[in-house]
Nanobody, 127 residues
Framework: EVQLVESGGGLVQPGGSLRLSCAAS????????MNWVRQVPGKGPEWVSG????????KHVDSVKGRFTISRDNAKNRLYLQMNSLKPEDTAVYYC????????????????????WGQGTQVTVSS
């Protein structure tokens, strides 16, 4: 059974940093691209970042470029999102989502386009 468990969210002041983590199990982690998708209640989901199965290809949405970094540790079956210089508009529930192949296909915002996704972790940026 595929399981994705996010952690690392919380309340942070504008300009602060957080590191999200996603623990994966139940599948060969390195064989699948992974993504972070965020959603604000009442708004549609937004694709944030993606990484290929090998980790060699990454991509971020323009609004987080230079501030967020996606990475993975295939030996530990872990996906990460380092978020720096956080802004109030980054406030959302962040989901890690498993794509159906090792190739990165960015900008897929709907969680139903993914094989699996986790329960999400809340990130709140506020003073």
């Amino acid at each position: 059974e595929v399981q994705l468990v996010e952690s690392g969210g919380g309340l942070v002041q504008p300009g602060g940093s957080l590191r999200l983590s996603c623990a994966a199990s139940g599948f060969t982690f390195s064989s699948y691209a992974m993504n972070w998708v965020r959603q604000v209640p009442g708004k549609g989901p937004e694709w944030v970042s993606g990484i290929s199965g090998s980790g060699s290809v990454t991509k971020h949405v323009d609004s987080v470029k230079g501030r967020f970094t996606i990475s993975r540790d295939n030996a530990k079956n872990r996906l990460y999102l380092q978020m720096n210089s956080l802004k109030p508009e980054d406030t959302a529930v962040y989901y890690c989502a498993k794509w159906g192949s090792a190739w990165l296909v960015p900008f897929r915002s709907s969680l139903t386009e993914y094989d699996s996704w986790g329960q999400g972790t809340q990130v709140t940026v506020s003073s």
